[in-house]
């Protein structure tokens, strides 16, 4: 029987150029200069001219990365759920998708690794155009779930691909992400400290789990009694 492919089997990817680190490093500077612009004059109050004299670049080389301030500000939410698709891929093929999911999850295991996400929600709430962008953030990565599922049925010899349960598993996996949000802006609102930011990561942990039970009702999750 063949093995099942894990981490440690899948080769270091090559190092990034020059010119990768500094593309990285410019598209980080729009994204913090961005959020910086959002904690101290609130959304909607300033523009990709703002983000650019403060990120120290060109008005046009803003646009070499983003479309928008909503587009730079986004990007955090991307870059953890990219981080999250990216711990996914490095769980064993063998293993119960959403058990990956909520494996890779809890790879994210420093509370501080959900602050700018849990920041920009909270900053977001009062403005529909970037709370927009938020949701359009988590709907762009449905379609990377269901590709990083396609992947690991495509590895696993025998696995019949069914196409409605990847995209059935998706959008519950997302829908899950963002309840757990909701629930963590319900109780906790703007306090971004870390004993929130731990609830946040477990909520998100439990709404894994609740999928993964059928939503069978369970104790009461250790979130409760903070």
Known sequence: MPTAHTGSTI??????????????????????????LLRSKGPGNFTVEDIADAAAISRRTFFNYFGSTEAALASITHGFLDNALAQFRLRPADEPILES????????????TVAPMAELYSLSQSNPQLNRSELEAWDHCTGQIIEAARERFAGTPGAELDELYLRALAGSVISCGKAAMDVWFA???ADLSAKSLAILRQLLIDAMGLLGSGFMPTAIPSTDRH
């Open 11 to 36: 080769p270091d990817p090559p190092a990034p150029s020059r010119r990768e680190l500094n593309k990285a490093a410019t598209r980080q500077a729009i994204t913090d200069a961005s959020l910086r």
């Open 101 to 112: 999911a909520r494996a890779a999850l809890v790879q994210l295991a420093d509370p501080m």
């Open 187 to 189: 109780r906790c609102g």
